[in-house]
C-alpha cells in the first residue's frame, strides 16, 4: 500500500508537471500570472472529453435521434453515464485533424456541452483566451501538447485527477503572488486548521455509515472543502460519507472549484455563486444555503475589505434582529470579516442534533476593534456568552501569499467538551514556523508537520505552559465606565481672544446680515465687548454677572446662544480657576478631560474607582448615565480577546555602555568610509 500511495503521488506529479511544462508555450504572448486562465480551462475540458469518451457514441446517436424532442438533457446525461454530455461530433483528436480550422471547430465542441459544463467555461471567461490564442497557432500546438496526457479513468482516477488540477491551482497560484492570497490559502495552514478541526470528534467520524457535511462561504478554488475531506477519509475513516458546499463570489475562482469538484467525483451543483452580479453571488447579500446546517465550516474570508455592495442587503437582514444572520451586530464597513463568522454561526446545527464545529482564519482585527457596545465588541460579546469560542490559535507572520500581518485560527462550536465549557485556549504559536528556501509573494515562512503537531499537542492537552493559556469567557470582558472632571476656565475680554471671536464662522452668523453687513443691534453687543475691558474672571458666574450687567445698562438683548458663544471665545482653560456649573447648578464637564476605564467585569465599577483613579485624580467622578443597554447597570459591556497582551515578554532595555559602544564602532566605521572616499 505504501508503495501504492507512494507512486500514484509521484504520477500525478509528474502529469502535473507535464501540463505545467505546456504552459511555457505562451511565454512572450502572455504574462506567467495569466497562464493559469489559458491552461485550467483546457485541462478541465481534456478531462471532460476523457470522461465522455467512452459513452460518445451512443451520446450522439441518442441526440440525433431524439434531438427533436423538447428535454432531451435527462436522457443524454443518463447515456453519458457521468451526469454532462457534448453533442459535438468534435473531440479532442479530431480537433487536431484539421489545424486550419480548429479555433471555429473548437468553439463549436463547447457549444456542445450541457448547459452545467457550460456555467463552468463562461465563468472562466475562456471566450476573451480563445480569441487571443486564434492568432499564431498556438491553440493548435496547447491541444496537441495536452493530447499527449493521458487522463482517461481507466489510467487516472478522479482522486488523482483530483490532485493533478488542485496542484495546477497551487503551482499558478505561487506564480500569481499579486492575487493568490485573494483565493488560495497555504495548504500548511489549512492542514493544521483542519486538523484541530475535527480532532475532537474523530472517535465519532470513526463509526460505521456515518454522513458528514462541510461547508465553505468563501471557497475560493475549494481547497479547504478538499483537505477537509482527505483528512477524514484518509485519516480517520475511508468509508465516511462526506459532502461538500461551498460559495464563491469570484467567476473564475468559482469556476476552478466546481471544475475541481467536478473532476473529483463530487457534486459540482454543491458550489455556489460566481454570478457577475455582485449581489447575486456574495455569500452577504445572498445566502444561496439559506435554511440549511452543516456539521463542519471552515473558511478564510477577505481580510480588512469593505462590505459597502453588501451594505444595503446586510442592513436589512440585521434591522431582523436574531430572526436574520447579523442580529448581534454590524462591524464597521471598512472590514467584514466578522460577518462571515456570524454568517457560519447561523448555519450551525442545533446542539439537539449533534451541533457543529467552525474554523475560520482572521486577522488581528476582530480581536480587539471596536469599543464597548459597538459592533465588533457587541459581536464578541454574543459569541463569548454564548459560550461558542472554543480556541484561538495566534499564527507565525508571512504565512500568505499576499499578505505578511498576523493571522489567527478561531475554533467556534456550540457542542463544546465539558472540561472547555466557560473557557477559552489561547494557543502561541508565532514561533512554530520555518523559513523557505524560496519566498512566495509575502510567504516566507511555513508550518512544518513537526510544528503543526506541536500546536496540536497543545490544543489537546489542554494546559496552562509557556505556549497555552485558559481563561474564562467572563475574563474577555469589562464594564467601560466614562470619568468626567470639571471644566475650569478664566475669562477675559482682551485684543487677542476678541480677535478670535471676529475671525470665527459663527462670528458672522450672529453678529452679520444675512448680507454679510454689520447688523446694528448685534454691533452694540460687539462694541461693549470691545470696551469691556481686559480684567481676568476665574470665575465663570461672575463673568456672566459683569457681562449681563453691562447689557442691562445699555439696554442689549443677551439671548443664550449668544452668551454660549461669547464665553467659548472669551474663556480659556484654567487649572487654577472655579468650576464652572450648569444653569441647574451641577458641575459642568470638561469634554477634552473626558476619559473612560475598562473596569474587569467580576469587579464593581465605583470600587474599581475609588481605588484606581480618585487618588490620583480627587475632581473626577463617574458619568451615571453611561449605562449597559442590556442589563442598564453602570457602565457599558465590551469584549476584546488581547491574544499578545497574554503571552507579552519582557525585554529589558539594553545598557548604555553597549549603546556606547555601538556608536563608536559606527563613527568607526563611518570615518573609515570618509577616509576611502
Not at 456550540?414 to 472540561?419: A, G, L, P, Q, V
Not at 475574563?475 to 475671525?503: H, T
Request: aromatic fraction near 10%.
Amino acid at each position: 500500500m505504501k508503495n501504492s500511495s507512494s507512486n500514484m503521488t509521484n504520477n500525478f506529479r509528474d502529469k502535473a508537471q507535464l501540463i505545467w511544462n505546456i504552459a511555457e508555450i505562451l511565454r512572450g504572448s502572455w504574462k506567467q500570472h495569466e497562464y493559469q486562465d489559458v491552461i485550467l480551462p483546457l485541462v478541465v475540458v481534456k478531462r471532460l472529453d476523457s470522461l465522455l469518451a467512452p459513452t460518445k457514441a451512443k451520446v450522439l446517436q441518442q441526440n440525433n435521434e431524439l434531438k427533436a424532442q423538447i428535454d432531451i438533457d435527462p436522457v443524454l446525461k443518463a447515456a453519458s453515464k457521468v451526469g454532462f454530455y457534448n453533442v459535438s461530433e468534435y473531440d479532442f483528436e479530431k480537433l487536431l485533424e484539421d489545424p486550419d480550422h480548429i479555433a471555429t471547430n473548437f468553439k463549436h465542441y463547447l457549444r456542445g456541452f450541457s448547459a452545467n459544463i457550460e456555467d463552468i467555461i463562461e465563468k472562466f471567461e475562456f471566450d476573451r483566451q480563445l480569441s487571443r490564442l486564434e492568432g499564431g497557432n498556438l491553440l493548435y500546438l496547447i491541444i496537441k501538447e495536452l493530447n499527449k496526457v493521458d487522463l482517461h479513468p481507466d489510467v487516472v482516477d478522479n482522486h488523482e485527477m483530483g490532485s493533478i488540477f488542485e496542484e495546477l491551482i497551487r503551482k499558478f497560484s505561487e506564480q500569481s503572488n499579486e492575487t493568490a492570497g485573494e483565493h488560495y490559502t497555504p495548504r500548511d495552514v489549512i492542514k493544521l486548521m483542519v486538523e484541530i478541526l475535527f480532532v475532537p470528534d474523530r472517535d465519532k467520524l470513526k463509526k460505521e455509515h456515518i454522513i458528514k457535511t462541510v461547508y465553505d462561504c468563501a471557497c475560493g478554488t475549494g481547497g479547504m472543502l478538499s483537505i477537509a475531506k482527505e483528512y477524514i477519509r484518509n485519516d480517520v475513516n475511508k468509508d465516511a460519507g462526506v459532502y461538500l458546499y461551498g460559495q464563491e463570489l469570484n467567476p473564475v475562482t468559482y469556476a476552478m472549484c466546481k471544475s475541481d469538484m467536478l473532476i473529483k467525483g463530487e457534486n459540482p451543483d454543491n458550489m455556489k455563486g460566481g454570478e457577475k452580479d455582485h449581489s447575486l453571488a456574495s455569500t452577504l447579500s445572498n445566502d444561496q444555503f439559506f435554511g440549511t446546517h452543516f456539521d463542519y465550516m471552515l473558511t478564510n474570508p477577505p481580510f480588512g475589505v469593505d462590505w459597502k455592495k453588501d451594505m444595503d442587503a446586510v442592513e436589512r437582514e440585521a434591522e431582523r434582529g436574531y430572526a436574520g444572520r447579523f442580529g448581534a451586530g454590524l462591524p464597521r464597513s471598512s472590514d467584514g470579516q466578522f460577518l462571515f463568522l456570524q454568517h457560519l454561526i447561523s448555519k450551525m446545527r442545533p446542539e439537539s442534533e449533534g451541533g457543529s464545529r467552525i474554523g475560520i482564519v482572521f486577522n488581528g482585527s476582530p480581536l480587539f476593534t471596536g469599543d464597548a457596545g459597538q459592533g465588533e465588541s457587541e459581536i464578541r460579546r454574543w459569541i463569548l456568552e454564548h459560550d461558542w469560542l472554543e480556541a484561538v490559535v495566534a499564527l507565525p507572520d508571512q504565512l500568505f501569499f499576499n499578505t505578511g500581518i498576523p493571522t489567527y485560527l478561531w475554533f467556534v462550536t456550540n457542542r463544546k467538551e465539558d472540561k472547555r465549557k466557560g473557557v477559552v485556549q489561547i494557543i502561541d504559536a508565532r514561533g512554530f514556523s520555518e523559513k523557505m528556501r524560496k519566498s512566495l509573494g509575502n510567504k516566507r515562512n511555513e508550518i512544518t508537520d513537526a510544528h503543526r503537531a506541536k500546536v496540536l499537542e497543545l490544543y489537546k492537552g489542554f494546559a496552562e505552559n509557556e505556549y497555552s493559556k485558559i481563561f474564562k469567557n467572563s475574563d474577555f470582558g469589562y464594564r467601560q465606565i466614562v470619568v468626567e472632571r470639571p471644566l475650569r476656565m478664566n475669562f477675559q475680554a482682551s485684543a487677542e481672544r476678541i480677535e478670535r471671536l471676529k475671525g470665527h464662522e459663527v462670528f458672522w452668523k450672529i453678529f452679520m446680515t444675512k448680507d454679510r453687513l454689520p447688523d446694528p443691534e448685534k454691533q452694540k453687543l460687539l462694541h461693549l465687548i470691545e470696551n469691556f475691558g481686559d480684567e481676568a474672571y476665574l470665575n465663570q458666574e461672575k463673568f456672566v454677572e459683569a457681562m449681563k450687567k453691562r447689557c442691562d445698562e445699555q439696554k442689549i438683548e443677551l439671548k443664550k446662544p449668544v452668551l454660549k458663544f461669547i464665553l467659548s471665545m472669551l474663556g480659556e482653560r484654567d487649572e487654577k480657576a472655579d468650576v464652572c456649573t450648569l444653569a441647574d447648578g451641577s458641575i459642568e464637564p470638561d469634554s477634552t478631560l473626558r476619559d473612560s476605564e475598562n473596569v474587569p467585569l467580576n469587579e464593581d465599577a465605583r470600587v474599581y474607582f475609588d481605588r484606581e483613579v480618585k487618588p490620583y485624580v480627587p475632581d473626577a467622578w463617574i458619568d451615571e448615565t453611561c449605562t449597559d443597554h442590556k442589563d442598564g447597570k453602570l457602565g457599558r459591556i465590551g469584549y476584546e480577546v488581547p491574544v499578545t497582551r497574554f503571552f507579552y515578554k519582557y525585554e529589558a532595555p539594553r545598557s548604555t555602555e553597549v549603546i556606547k559602544k555601538e556608536i563608536e564602532e559606527l563613527e568607526q566605521e563611518i570615518s573609515k568610509l570618509m577616509a576611502s572616499l
